[in-house]
């Protein structure tokens, strides 16, 4: 590989002379593949002439129809192949077309909610311009730490996310080529008997795509390409979303930082008890100290307000696309596992990957989920643990309020519904594994 991409793709460390988090090597990637789903939160009011304005969102408007087209008529293809095929397909044949069925609804899901919002646009834009850590890490020495330690999780976490979208697309789609070719389907004499062209996904088409060859290439290009663009629908929003995610954890851990670390009186008064020989000290902020703390607990406070009110919008765009995420796996699990329980070597061949990462997507978004929830919990022991009495009545009311406002974890919420964590998760999972109990015992 050569030094330069090996310097993109693997140096970790955030680069001196950036001054924008945009330019940073994992938001570059991330940036052209939400730029082929146009889901990339461009800046259409940039300083431009109108003419430049006008033709920046047309353009954006005709991609948008574009995937919105694509996403209908896949759906309205996969539809009519399983009303016309239902009856001379097994339950197990159909299942994998249910579960092409309800990808597409998570698609569409995606589309409506994030690609065509405005709103959406806001909130990326806001967490690029605003919300990154790139923007606080010369407040103090801990803020560079941590905006390092979250710089690396985020680039590793980007190349990860990345290769397991190919590794799932090329699983996708090479195993009924390999399946095809194993029957010999490919070779100069063409199909035998009644043997057909097995494919990754299927639609109805106005031509025979399973006996007829040049068809059947055809098709198959369509379906790489359309693996791959359902391949970054799904990856690459969860990868934006974990990025936010990531940040907001490292902001809360930096108001940790701020409170466990908070200043001290610096005088001490002691006194001896009368008749007693035992020693009290009592610690009190002088005047210029109180000024000092009331302005440091404002900034906390105004801090902790502004996380919390990107974490509030953060819910409203995202919250439907969760929801429907949640359902997309509390369906597509029980319908996986049973494809899996064929127990042959061509269903575990074809749907064992699959089924590996789509619950490892499910455990993984909600493992990311759960930081904001497991941290943002410790900030009513770090406030409490304030010298609350060392401080004027003034003080002492400003930290009642910081302590009245993070009683309660924070979460992002699906729909407003259900927390996105480590609960709802294991509700999915256990439901899921119900559901295919009860449907393999029929």
Known sequence: MPSGLREFFFNYEPQDEITSPAD??????????????????????????????????????????????????????????????????NFFELGHLYISLLMTVVIFSRITTLCFSDEYVLVARNFLEK??????????????????????ISHLFTLYLSGQMIAGLVLFNVTPMYNNYSAGNYAKEGLKGNATFEHAL????????????????????????????????????????????????????????NLETFPRPSTKSSFLLENSSEMLTYEMYTPEEQKRVSHQLHQQIDYHREIVD????????????????????????????LECSQMTAVALIRYL?????????????????????????????AVYGLPWESMDTKNRRTVAFFLMNVQEPVHVKALGLADVGITSMTMILKTSISYFTFLNSM
């Open 24 to 89: 940073y090597a994992y938001l570059i990637m991330l940036r052209h593949l939400l730029s082929v789903i146009s889901s990339w939160p461009l800046k259409v009011l940039d300083p431009l002439n109108k003419a430049a304005i006008q033709r920046r969102r047309v353009w954006v408007g005709i991609q948008r129809s574009f995937h919105m087209g694509v996403c209908i008529v896949t759906a309205i293809g996969g539809v009519m192949y399983v009303l016309l095929h239902q009856k001379s397909m």
């Open 131 to 152: 919300i990154h850590l790139f923007f606080y890490r010369n407040r103090s020495e801990y803020s560079m730490k941590t905006h390092k330690q979250v710089h690396r």
């Open 202 to 257: 299927y639609f109805s088409y106005p031509f025979n795509a399973s006996k007829d060859l040049k068809w059947y290439i055809l098709v198959n290009f369509f379906h790489w390409i359309i693996s791959y663009l359902c391949g970054t629908w799904f990856c690459m929003h969860d990868c934006l979303l974990s990025l936010m995610v990531f940040h907001i954890w490292g902001h809360f851990k930096i108001i940790l930082h």
């Open 310 to 337: 990107f974490i509030n919008k953060m819910s409203d765009v995202f919250g439907p696309m969760l929801f429907a995420y949640y359902g997309f796996h509390q369906a597509s699990g029980c319908l996986l596992l």
């Open 353 to 381: 990957p699959l089924t590996i990462i789509m619950f490892q997507q499910l455990i993984q978004l909600s493992i990311v989920f759960e930081l904001i929830g497991s941290i943002s919990d410790k900030l009513k022991f």
